[in-house]
């Protein structure tokens, strides 16, 4: 998928806080532990979704074939566990219910064995969000 940005892609903390708050009320619902906000991961997210915005792709593999783990290993995580969401919506709350309904993207937030969480929100044009949900054990 290819998009054209007129703009500069911003990012939107204040989105991504509403987002993590979103995925610790789906955790608590399910009994799960609330996740700690990550700032590490939270960087992690935002190169991602502003990668993503900047060069005009989504995907959890850029257009030169960098995957998520190869992102991983370049930051220095070695967590047990990782887990990486990302969707591109117009707000939070869309993103956060199509997260919520796709079974890949839930599993994540619902998963039992993530403790940390990273969240960005970048907007692009055409009032396009990119946004990112980093997992981590």
């Known amino acids: 998928m290819r998009f054209d ?11 991504a806080q509403a987002l993590a708050a979103d995925v610790n009320a789906a955790r608590v ?6 996740l700690i906000l990550d700032d590490r991961l939270s960087r992690f997210a935002l190169a991602l979704a502003r990668e993503m915005a900047q060069r005009g792709y ?9 995957t998520f783990v190869d992102r991983l290993r370049s930051a220095g995580f070695v967590d047990r566990y990782a887990a990486e969401n990302i969707a591109l919506d117009t ?7 199509a997260l919520l309904h796709s079974p890949g993207h839930y599993a994540n937030i619902v ?4 403790r940390s969480l990273g969240v960005a929100a970048v907007v ?14």
């Open 91 to 97: 707000d939070e709350p869309h993103a956060n219910v």
């Open 5 to 15: 940005r007129p703009q500069p892609p911003r990012s939107e903390p204040a989105v």
């Open 124 to 137: 692009a044009a055409d009032d396009e969000i990119f946004f990112v949900e980093e997992f981590g054990g």
């Open 58 to 66: 989504f995907g959890h593999t850029d257009p030169d074939g960098v």
């Open 29 to 34: 619902a399910r009994g799960l532990p609330a």
């Open 111 to 114: 998963d039992p064995r993530p």
